[in-house]
T-cell receptor
Framework: EAGVAQSPRYKIIEKRQSVAFWCNPI?????LYWYQQILGQGPKLLIQ????????DSQLPKDRFSAERLKGVDSTLKIQPAKLEDSAVYLC????????????FGSGTRLTVV | AQTVTQSQPEMSVQEAETVTLSCTYD???????LFWYKQPPSRQMILVIR??????QNATENRFSVNFQKAAKSFSLKISDSQLGDAAMYFC??????????????FGKGITLSVRP
């Protein structure tokens, strides 16, 4: 079974620029999560999708972050404009359903904002 | 809201020895799941072990076992016969059993485990 694919692996941008991250979950997984992991901290949920609908985006800074999951498969997370404090690892995870505790994580994208 | 606390930022263990990583949590729910995840330098979160709160028996997975104390809200991970490949960040995490918006994982800050050869 192929894992959760994420790209790019690394990204360096200047503040106020925009950036996008891509995630392709495991085939058949209806639930997709984006987590933000700041250095020295545990991951924090940004947004959760069930198929192509948003279930929870209460922690997403909506003035600068946006995410979509068209067709209920792969997903894109965007930041525009980026701030220095957005430097973090962005992890994508998927599961068969929201009640399934069998999360599979991708390897993440490390974003550095300078 | 649920919180997860890992108060030890770093620990070190000699190869082949045993080490225990501590975790406490706070919740008002009576049923929930607890997890330990390993994060090596590759950054991918790998599930180490899972515990359902309604089960009194402590979970074990080969060299990994937990000490789950529900009343004390404590969930420690014991690694026996430590190996060099066990060196990584370890995160304790909590999850509500409900579906939908409450199915997210809440993580602690993590602990860096080093293994001395």
């Amino acid at each position: 079974e192929a894992g959760v694919a994420q790209s790019p692996r690394y990204k360096i941008i200047e503040k106020r620029q925009s950036v996008a991250f891509w995630c392709n979950p495991i085939s058949g997984h209806a639930t997709l999560y984006w987590y933000q992991q700041i250095l020295g901290q545990g991951p924090k949920l940004l947004i959760q999708f069930q198929n192509n609908g948003v279930v929870d985006d209460s922690q997403l800074p909506k003035d600068r972050f946006s995410a979509e999951r068209l067709k209920g498969v792969d997903s894109t997370l965007k930041i525009q404009p980026a701030k220095l404090e957005d430097s973090a690892v962005y992890l994508c995870a998927s599961s068969l359903s929201a009640g399934d505790y069998g999360y599979t994580f991708g390897s993440g994208t490390r974003l550095t904002v300078v | 809201a649920q919180t997860v606390t890992q108060s030890q930022p770093e620990m070190s263990v000699q190869e082949a020895e045993t080490v225990t990583l501590s975790c406490t949590y706070d919740t008002s729910e009576s049923d929930y799941y607890l997890f330990w995840y390993k994060q090596p330098p590759s950054r991918q979160m790998i599930l180490v072990i899972r515990q359902e709160a309604y089960k009194q028996q402590n979970a074990t997975e080969n060299r990994f076992s937990v000490n789950f104390q529900k009343a004390a809200k404590s969930f420690s991970l014991k690694i026996s016969d430590s190996q060099l490949g066990d060196a990584a960040m370890y995160f304790c995490a909590y999850r509500s059993p409900s579906t939908g918006a409450n199915s997210k994982l809440t993580f602690g800050k993590g602990i860096t485990l080093s293994v001395r050869p």
